[in-house]
């Protein structure tokens, strides 16, 4: 049922975006000299780089400071604060993006046009990324030191080490599989979210040269252009759905495999 | 609880802990309280139930909540069943090393990875336009049943795992048919994992919006039927702040309305959570 739903979805994008295959062309995607769907000119770089700065960005934020609340909710916060602290982390969860671009856009676009205009930037959707893709990283590392088995920290601090010492020996290294699985999903959604960065990015396309520069992610590019694209312009942007479900498959699947061996490696002491 | 000592790597180490969480608290009840705050203002019975004036501006969000509405449960009524029978064949019908079991256990998960938006591209190309419905409440509803079956079916193969092998092996040795012992036996065990299951889906179709954009639909009209397009809560949140000037206090209004739905439905998924663990158990 499921595998040929999957099986079904990429036939689909298949078949729209074949005519793009056939009329334009891998090679133009990049080496053409613009996007302009109406001359049948379809650089899709400008928007690949978007995605690729917000993406990292944001995961350039979310990783430690995901990592670091995780601590906090396993060894740091007192018990009744920790309960309180992950469930505001999972209330966050559960927020649908268009309330965060919303957000993004009433608040952070405004602070960020005042500091260094024009306000709708690489920053912004960075910033707002940053805040979406926080909860995941925290609470699948927060699983993972969970799931270390109590011993490791009773022989470490039989030991004499410090808290941070265990932390850095012992922690890290045992649920590193944890660690990274949570990243790896985090870079999986925000490489797929549309709603809040097209809010709050501006959606310019061009290649941006620095934080304060509007960029057009790949994502925002279909939400924008699919009500009138026609033709090849349409098949486009199915072949940018495609490329995108590549890139979020490849990390998904890495995710998955490195979550299994972290499992099996739990499962062994 | 760790050891607690003074070193000085220690004291910034903790306060470093400390300070990011504290940062990250506040960032979000800003978020939250500006949502509160300027959503409140807004919010009354009328607007609730009054129809969108002036483009949204003014008056309510009646006809969306009623379309929102519309497109979940065409949403519920295809993919729980689906969802179902796929949980109950990986549950019960194949072993953990199965190979078409681990084939549709590997694309599930998958599929729970692909982004809304190419779901949206998906759901154009084939409910809109290969089945010829259009923009409407319909191909919008069949969409969202695709992107909430992985998590639905992990959810209810969960809960067909949780019950006790005892329980088999007792319709079994009672001389039930398979199909007895599931119809009479598990489904009934698995009804809190269906109810928590179905939450959970339900609120991973109302928080969504890019998949909806381009199946359907804008039209914030009272639909008169399921072919007509509606307009769902995210997306005329979507709207109200990007393509309306002057729309930001219903957008909030609604974003206010959304949120607090979200809230409620994961209320009750925690609390079915906690309810249904002892229920599978067999007594000693």
Not at chain 2, 122 to 136: D, E, M, R, T
Not at chain 2, 215 to 232: A, K, N, W
């Amino acid at each position: 049922m499921a595998g040929s739903l999957l099986l079904l979805i990429v036939l689909f994008l298949l078949q729209e975006s074949w005519p793009a295959f056939q009329h334009v062309g891998l090679s133009s995607y990049f080496n053409d000299s613009d996007w302009y769907p109406t001359e049948d000119l379809y650089l899709l770089t400008p928007m690949l780089w978007g995605t690729v700065w917000a993406t990292l960005g944001s995961v350039l934020l979310a990783a430690p400071l995901g990592i670091l609340s995780a601590l906090f909710i396993q060894y740091y916060a007192p018990p009744l604060l920790a309960i309180i602290y992950r469930r505001l982390i999972e209330l966050l969860a559960g927020i649908p993006s268009v309330v965060f671009g919303l957000w993004g856009l009433v608040v952070l676009v405004p602070l960020i046009a005042r500091w260094h205009p024009p306000g709708p930037s690489l920053l912004a959707g960075i910033l707002i990324l940053f805040l979406m893709i926080l909860p995941t990283i925290t609470l699948v590392a927060q699983t993972s030191f969970a799931q270390i088995p109590v011993s490791f920290l009773h022989s470490a601090t039989a030991l004499g080490l410090s808290r941070w010492s265990i932390i850095r020996k012992v922690v890290f290294p045992t649920a590193k599989a944890g660690i990274i699985t949570g990243i790896f999903l985090g870079v999986a959604r925000a490489l797929g979210e549309t709603m809040a960065i097209l809010m709050v990015c501006g959606n310019i396309v061009q290649t941006p040269s620095h934080l304060f520069d509007p960029i057009r992610t790949l994502t925002a590019n279909i939400a924008l252009e699919m009500a009138y694209a026609l033709g090849n312009h349409r098949s486009t942007l199915f072949v940018s759905g495609l490329l995108l479900m590549a890139m979020v498959v490849l990390f998904v699947m890495m995710a998955e495999s490195l979550r299994h061996r972290n499992l099996d490696a739990a499962t062994k002491y | 609880m760790l050891p607690q000592n003074t070193s000085f790597q220690e004291r910034c180490s903790t306060m470093m802990i400390w300070f990011s969480a504290g940062l990250i608290t506040l960032v979000f009840l800003w978020l939250l309280g500006d949502l509160f705050w300027h959503g409140w203002a807004q919010l009354s019975w009328s607007f609730l139930f009054s129809s969108p004036q002036n483009a949204g501006r003014e008056g309510g969000i009646g006809p969306i909540l009623f379309s929102t509405g519309l497109i979940i449960g065409v949403c519920m009524t295809v993919a729980l069943p689906m969802g179902l029978s796929t949980a109950m064949f990986l549950a019960e019908y194949t072993q953990d090393d199965h190979r078409l079991g681990r084939l549709i256990r590997g694309s599930l998960d998958v599929l729970a990875g692909v982004p809304s938006i190419v779901f949206g591209l998906f759901g154009n190309a084939l409910f809109c336009q290969a089945f010829g419905l259009g923009f409407s409440i319909l191909s919008g509803g069949l969409t969202l049943a695709c992107m909430v079956l992985p998590i639905l079916i992990r959810t209810l193969e969960e809960s067909f795992r949780a019950i006790a092998s005892e329980q088999r092996l007792s319709a079994a040795a009672l001389g039930l048919s398979r199909s007895t012992t599931l119809g009479c036996i598990l489904l009934p065990a698995a009804i809190p994992g269906l109810v928590m299951g179905s939450i959970l889906g339900l609120g991973r179709a109302m928080a969504e919006t890019a998949a909806l954009i381009f199946t359907s639909g804008y039209v914030d009209r009272m639909p008169e039927s399921l072919m007509d397009s509606g307009r769902s809560l995210s997306v005329h949140i979507y709207d109200l702040a990007m393509n309306v000037a002057g729309g930001n206090p219903n957008a909030y209004a609604t974003a206010l309305v959304l949120v607090g739905l979200l809230f409620i439905i994961n209320f009750c998924a925690s609390w079915m959570a906690e309810q249904w663990t002892p229920l599978n158990q067999l007594p000693a």
